[in-house]
């Protein structure tokens, strides 16, 4: 990553746990979990390329399969406290759990983020 990039980090819980076994889901909850995972996919794809100069995005999938040892150390620690997923790092701080945001508050987020950083990086 660059120095001068704000880094986003999207974790999210993994969408198919639990939804997709035989006779658990039904047509309607598998068109609500496509349309979903579209919407959170175009969101992802149009702030990468607003931002592409000033903002390097990074997204997992939260699993229950992997060790929480496995993630970085400041996610780790997010994970052993509870945070509720999806949850959103930028620059190594916590900025919002328990929701994914919209592109307009994702907009909001990652603005104030590189404002607050090319601020900071004046003042040195």
């Keep these: 990553m660059s120095k001068n990039k704000v880094k986003v980090e999207i974790y ?14 039904s047509v ?5 979990l496509r349309k979903m995972l579209m919407e ?5 794809k149009t702030l990468r390329e607003e931002f592409k100069e000033e903002v390097e995005i990074e997204r997992e999938i939260v699993s229950s399969r992997r060790r929480y040892d496995m993630y970085p150390p400041h996610v780790c620690k997010l994970l052993m406290a509870g945070t509720q997923v999806p949850f ?4 190594g701080q916590l900025v919002l759990q328990g929701e994914f945001p919209s592109l307009n508050d994702f907009r909001h987020l990652i603005s104030e983020h590189i404002k607050n950083q090319h601020q ?4 040195q």
Excluded: H, M, Y
């Excluded at 309607?28 to 609500?32: G, K, L, M, S």
């Excluded at 959170?40 to 992802?44: L, Y």
């Excluded at 959103?88 to 620059?91: L, T």
């Excluded at 900071?120 to 003042?123: A, D, E, I, V």
């Design 120 to 123: 900071g990086s004046l003042g």
């Design 12 to 25: 999210e819980g993994d969408p198919f746990k639990g939804c997709c076994g035989p006779g658990i889901a």
């Design 88 to 91: 959103i790092v930028i620059n």
């Design 40 to 44: 959170r996919n175009e969101t992802v």
């Design 28 to 32: 309607t909850a598998i068109e609500r």
